[in-house]
């Protein structure tokens, strides 16, 4: 099966959300007014969403699948041991700025992937 424009640009748009939502929750765990502006529940309900979308997208695909799970439950598990214990020790900081990075650059390829793509509409 052929793959349209739009669908590429809604796979890699509905990545760039899930990224970019992995990242506010972790930007939550040092910055109390994101904690205080983005409700948590509504944060989670975006991530929860975009996640279930893009499991469904990348069935097609298990292993990209698999990564991309396994890489949610690490920034989730690390976000969510940062917020229940307060601060982070430098350990798990460090692990928290590597991730954040991660996502950072791969937020920027993709965007710029979906603005490519856009244009070839």
Same mark, same amino acid.
Not at 55 to 65: F, H, R, S, T
Not at 82 to 104: F, M, P, Q, W, Y
């Given at each position: #099966?052929?793959?349209?424009?739009? /669908?590429?640009?809604?796979?890699? +748009?509905?990545?760039?959300?899930? =990224?970019?939502?992995? +990242?506010? =929750? ?11 502006? =983005?409700?948590?529940? /509504? ?11 893009? #499991? /469904?997208?990348? %069935?097609? *695909? ?5 990564? !991309? +799970?396994? /890489?949610?439950?690490?920034?989730? %598990? !690390? ?8 601060? %982070?020790?430098?350990?798990?900081? *460090? ?9 950072? *650059? ?6 710029? !992937?979906? %603005? ?6």
């Amino acid at each position: #099966m052929a793959t349209t424009t739009k /669908e590429q640009i809604d796979v890699t +748009a509905a990545l760039v959300r899930l =990224y970019v939502f992995l +990242a506010q =929750y972790l930007d939550r765990c040092f910055d109390d007014v994101a904690r205080k502006t =983005y409700p948590d529940s /509504e944060l989670q309900g975006h991530m929860t969403d975009t996640r279930r979308q893009l #499991m /469904e997208i990348l %069935a097609v *695909n298990p292993v990209v699948q698999k990564k !991309l +799970a396994q /890489e949610c439950d690490r920034v989730l %598990a !690390l976000g969510a041991a940062c917020l229940k214990h307060g601060t %982070a020790d430098a350990k798990t900081r *460090n692990a928290i700025d590597s991730e954040r990075a991660v996502l950072k *650059n791969k937020t920027m390829a993709l965007s710029d !992937l979906v %603005a490519v793509f856009r244009a070839m509409e």
